[in-house]
């Protein structure tokens, strides 16, 4: 289950980092793009690693997730872009309010060529009295798709927000 969770943040924090558009004004390139997405997909790694493990096995989770972040920060980084954003988070909106149980809600970005699904989990309520959902979901960029799993609650304001 740890591996699970460990997917899941990593995958959910390189999205968001590789959905970061950081290209100047005057059109640039996507290397700017990439270093944001290397330095924090590092970051969440180290964060989500060191939720894992105690003493030196703590350590070496950190380290790990900072490079395995680092790498596929770089990598979605270099490929996402705020299109590709908007219709993953679409799909999931989608996916966590209305479709049934083990559903696939796909999306896919025409200019692009990325895309991917959102595939919720029976609705539950948390201890907390927040509606939640597990999902599976998959990006696929560039012919190559990675998968991760995660939790998605619904938040005061309608709004689903990824928890784990």
């Known amino acids: 289950m740890r591996g699970k969770k460990f997917s899941a943040m990593v995958m959910a924090a390189v999205i968001l980092v590789g959905c970061t558009n ?5 059109g640039g390139n996507g290397g700017m793009k990439e270093g944001v997405g290397t330095i924090l ?10 939720q ?4 030196n096995g703590q350590l070496a989770m950190v380290a790990t997730g900072t ?8 990598q979605i980084g270099q490929s996402l872009d705020k299109a590709d954003a908007m219709y993953a988070n679409r799909a999931a909106n989608q996916a966590f309010e209305t479709a049934p149980s ?9 200019d ?8 919720p ?7 907390n009295g927040e509606y939640c959902r597990e999902f599976t979901q998959t990006v696929s960029v560039g012919g190559r798709a990675q998968e991760a799993f995660g939790t998605a609650c619904r938040q005061p304001d ?7």
Not at 22 to 26: E, F, I, K, V
Not at 52 to 55: E, L, R, S
Not at 112 to 119: D, E, L, M, R
């Open 22 to 26: 950081t290209r100047g004004g005057g």
């Open 41 to 50: 997909g590092g970051v969440g790694g180290a964060v989500v690693g060191s």
């Open 52 to 55: 894992f493990g105690k003493g």
């Open 67 to 74: 490079l395995l972040g680092a790498f596929l920060g770089n």
């Open 102 to 110: 083990g559903t696939s809600t796909a999306w896919r970005n025409p």
């Open 112 to 119: 692009s060529g990325n895309s991917g699904t959102v595939v």
């Open 121 to 127: 989990k029976p609705a539950y309520q948390a201890s």
């Open 158 to 164: 309608g709004s689903w927000r990824i928890v784990q």
